[in-house]
């Protein structure tokens, strides 16, 4: 079945759905030109100092990397903050955000991102749960306490784009030690996570779910996915958004849409 014709199928199962959920991953932030650095590419085209030292994302995205390269793992993240901050959510957030108030009697998102572009958005935070966490968000790199708090400032470290180092780091609140991104990295035992978030996203499990989208799943990380096949076997429809086939072998919907993320939430608001 052709891109449009499983667009209209699909469209048809949402135009029924009353509790819907929205699975966002990677591929939802790309049309705003957030780079996804599981392509290992795309991501030393970005940040040569680290090619030629050999450091990949899941090295400099840990908890080590803060104790071992601290001016190159604050370094990334803000390069990633910058790059957020300069960018805005594209315009299939915001429709998201209007089938969640105006098309569905409840929904909620779940996503692995952490540029935050759903509540940039404005989502409701109740609606909400990254599970990842949030590059807007601190906590304190020694895990002090179980506190988070928010960090909007742009730009927050001095950063040095020939060597790829930063300096002038953000402190703890509660203890003035070097505070880090309140996000789940890789090797992470000291994630201190969203508790309330959590507990919304619970809450909004405890009824059955009609529909679930997956949007832009890599894969990599499938979190996402099995969360949709999960559904799945409880009789949630599941739509997956994504141009490449294969990431569907988790779900193995027969709701495949092979679109970019932001023609597929287009196509599929003009169908319903």
Not at 171 to 176: D, E, I, S, V
Request: glycine share 6%.
């Amino acid at each position: 079945m052709d891109a449009p014709e499983m667009t209209k199928k699909s469209a048809a199962v949402l135009s029924e759905a009353k509790r819907v959920l929205f699975l966002t991953s990677a591929g939802m932030s790309a049309d705003s030109n957030i780079p996804t650095f599981r392509d290992k590419d795309g991501y030393w085209k970005n940040f040569p100092p680290f090619k030629e030292k050999g450091l990949e994302a899941q090295d400099l995205a840990s908890p080590w990397a803060f104790r071992n390269v601290l001016p190159h793992a604050w370094a990334f993240y803000e390069w990633r903050r910058r790059n957020a901050d300069e960018n805005q959510p594209h315009e299939g957030y915001f429709i998201i955000n209007r089938w969640m108030e105006d098309k569905f009697d409840d929904a909620f998102i779940h996503t692995t991102n952490t540029d935050g572009y759903h509540l940039r958005s404005g989502c409701n935070s109740r609606q909400v749960r990254e599970v990842h966490g949030s590059m807007w968000r601190m906590q304190c790199l020694n895990a002090c306490s179980s506190d988070f708090w928010d960090e909007p400032a742009v730009p927050l470290c001095e950063l040095d784009h020939d060597s790829m180092e930063a300096a002038g780091y953000p402190n703890c609140l509660h203890c003035g030690s070097i505070a880090r991104p309140h996000i789940l990295m890789f090797g992470d035992m000291e994630y201190v996570g969203h508790p309330e978030q959590d507990d919304n996203f619970e809450e909004f499990l405890r009824r059955p779910v009609d529909a679930a989208i997956l949007i832009g799943s890599s894969g990599a990380v499938p979190t996402n996915d099995y969360i949709a096949a999960q559904l799945q076997g409880t009789g949630t429809a599941v739509i997956n958004i994504n141009p490449d086939p294969s990431v569907n072998r988790i779900a193995q919907t027969e709701y495949f849409i092979q679109m970019k993320t932001l023609e597929a939430l287009k196509a599929l608001d003009a169908a319903m």
